[in-house]
């Protein structure tokens, strides 16, 4: 990496960090430390609420997706303006009547403490756990192809990130994702603005599309029924509604950046800057990874992105195997090239009989690329056993690193880093945030000072920050961990937006009811994880499906039977139930 | 637990600027999408 990349990139981490620690410096109370005041307008909100969401592996995987698949996995998003106008229009207003700082603390409003508690320890094995993840990985991915050490880019980045999340609190959080964001989409914006003018030199801007799609990379919308297709329409509607209503409705990480609105409005209308521009930037990310796709159409990549691998192949004893395989891999390259060429030539002249012949010539070789692919990814598994060769993720990094001038590379790496930071500042904020508030100051030392609770929430950020460190060098050990952590989210999810939508939906269902169909759902949810092969994102449907009517029929049965027990947000406990807090110092 | 009658107030009275309800904009953010959607299917359909 040059000196100007290394400028750009420890300029820009740091001096958006140290911006967020400055102008947040001396947090006086909880208000302020959590609530940020409540002074934050709906631009900062929405650029919050949108970096929170999309970290590292946002920037790496989705351009990695759009390369190797196309443009179908935007469909995954349909759902979210959805659920954002759900959240907007139901939590918000009852959040906000509350005066909660965290999420959980209106389930005891609604339910019982129990019920608080269970939702507040579910949220932090999840995302105590997701917190290493997001220091993980974008630096595996950025220190394997920069040669950096592994450990020492976790470090370094963790306690950057550490460090000003506890001295700026929730208001230092939104400040710096607001400006991370922006370094974000300026920093995508030039890498499209770059590969779009690269493309340039072997055809005009307005064929990139038709090719694009003679490639089988255009297919963004899919109207089938056929349930073995992974994204359809239907999927992205159905599926994207339930999932983004779960993570913005009852997410801490996410609850904790709109309830720092000035007002219901500044939140509201920081939800919906995301309902209306989530779609399009995915879009546009994806779109980014296609361009990526037709660019090493005409320049040769690499027969696999991920270095790491070939590294090992060629260090091994077979390194006469690998170099074979590139050999053919280029020769095939080669073909494919000029066959390519005639096609973007067929599309130029309008000429039907030109393009199919080529579009098949190009798919014969593009499946024969692939087999030389697969026998590359073999021979890694042979000699590096354990290291996974899928190369996806490495693809859009490889680009920038390979092709990109000097000074947007270290901008590209901060992107990277800026979203894995967002991600993760939100996270150590809100699992301080229900750590103090749902079970120290609840449950330990109910009645200190607000300069105590301030002290306590820095020691809690900065120990949740300690963990997520550690568990992001542990991490190193296992490769497969991105996915079981992923699997990990899914068991607790489903789980805790049933005793939400209980709570919201079923007015007439009480604490323990809620709480024993939440024990079965979860102790379910586990069973079917470990002795069947369910796909784990059902168990989110499973998990929440579960609660809501185990909940509603343990009411009927329970004493008591079903009667009203209050409005959502309106606080009646049940009988017998522990006396509400007087959570939120808001109140 | 004592609600800021300021608080209930605020909530209640919440209106979006520019629209009467939000409910207005609601069905301009949901009619975004489905905008959306429609170009999404239209790239599909002459491009894919």
Request: hydrophobic share 50%; aromatic share 12%; with cysteine.
């Amino acid at each position: 990496m040059s000196l100007v990349d290394l400028i750009v990139l420890v300029g820009t981490l740091v001096g958006i960090a140290a911006y967020g620690a400055w102008k947040t410096r001396g947090n006086r109370d909880l208000e302020e430390y959590f609530g940020g005041d409540h002074s934050m307008k709906w631009g900062t909100i929405g650029l919050s609420v949108m970096a929170t969401q999309a970290s590292a592996v946002t920037f790496l995987s989705t351009p990695g997706f759009g390369y190797e698949k196309g443009m179908a996995f935007v469909q995954n998003y349909l759902g979210l303006p959805i659920a954002l106008v759900i959240v907007s229009a139901l939590f918000i207003p009852v959040y906000y009547k509350c005066g909660v700082y965290t999420a959980y603390e209106y389930l005891e409003r609604r339910f019982d403490l129990k019920t608080r508690q269970l939702g507040a320890v579910l949220f932090l094995i999840q995302r105590g756990l997701a917190a290493g993840l997001t220091i993980y990985a974008p630096a595996i991915i950025v220190s394997s192809l920069l040669g950096w050490d592994l450990d020492t880019t976790i470090l370094l980045t963790g306690l950057l990130v550490v460090a000003y999340t506890v001295a700026g609190g929730s208001k230092g959080v939104s400040l710096t994702q607001k400006h991370q964001m922006t370094v974000i989409l300026v920093g995508m914006g030039v890498a499209f603005g770059l590969v779009v003018f690269y493309l340039a030199r072997e055809m005009s801007v307005a064929q990139t599309l038709p090719l694009a799609g003679k490639l089988g990379r255009m297919e963004i919308i899919s109207f089938s029924f056929d349930y073995s297709r992974r994204y359809t329409i239907w999927s992205g509607i159905f599926g994207g509604v339930f999932l983004s209503l779960s993570y913005f409705g009852t997410d801490q990480s996410q609850v904790g950046r709109y309830l720092t609105g000035k007002s219901v409005t500044e939140s509201r209308l920081g939800l919906m800057f995301n309902a209306v521009l989530k779609v399009p930037m995915q879009f546009f990310i994806l779109l980014t990874g296609v361009m990526v796709f037709l660019f090493y159409q005409f320049v040769q990549p690499p027969i696999l992105f991920k270095r790491p691998a070939m590294e090992a192949a060629h260090a091994s004893a077979r390194a006469p195997e690998m170099t074979a395989l590139e050999q053919r891999y280029a020769a095939v390259f080669t073909e494919k090239r000029d066959a390519v060429r005639a096609l973007a030539a067929g599309l130029e002249r309008d000429d039907d009989g030109a393009v199919v012949a080529a579009q098949s010539r190009v798919a014969t070789l593009a499946a024969q690329g692939e087999a030389i692919r697969d026998e590359a990814k073999k021979l890694v598994a042979e000699v590096a056993p354990g290291m996974e060769a899928k190369d996806s993720d490495y693809v859009f990094l490889t680009f920038v690193v390979g092709h990109l001038p000097k000074g947007v590379i270290g901008l590209l790496i901060a992107v990277i880093f800026c979203a894995g930071m967002s991600s993760t500042s939100s996270e150590l904020n809100a699992l301080g945030s229900t750590s103090t508030v749902d079970i120290y100051r609840r449950l330990v030392r109910p009645r200190e000072s607000e300069r105590h609770y301030v002290f306590v929430s820095k020691t809690l950020t900065a120990f949740w920050g300690l963990m997520a460190i550690a568990f992001a060098m542990a991490a190193t050990l296992a490769e497969n961990l991105i996915e079981a952590i992923n699997i990990l989210g899914s068991l607790f999810y489903g789980t805790i937006l049933g005793i939400f939508l209980t709570a919201f939906l079923l007015k007439w269902v009480r604490g323990t009811a809620v709480f024993l169909a939440a024990l079965v759902a979860e102790a379910t949810v586990i069973t079917l994880y470990m002795t069947t092969d369910i796909g784990y994102l059902w168990y989110n449907l499973i998990g929440c499906g579960l609660v809501l009517a185990l909940g509603a029929a343990l009411q009927a049965i329970l004493p008591g039977g079903r009667g009203e027990a209050g409005a959502a947000g309106g606080a009646v406990p049940e009988a017998g139930g522990a006396p509400v807090a007087t959570s939120g110092g808001r109140s | 637990m004592t609600i800021d009658p300021g608080k209930i107030k605020q909530v209640l009275d919440d209106r979006p600027p520019f629209f009467r309800t939000w409910t207005g904009v609601y069905a301009v953010v949901l009619g975004i999408l489905g905008a959306l959607i429609l170009l999404f299917a239209l790239l599909t359909w002459l491009l894919a």
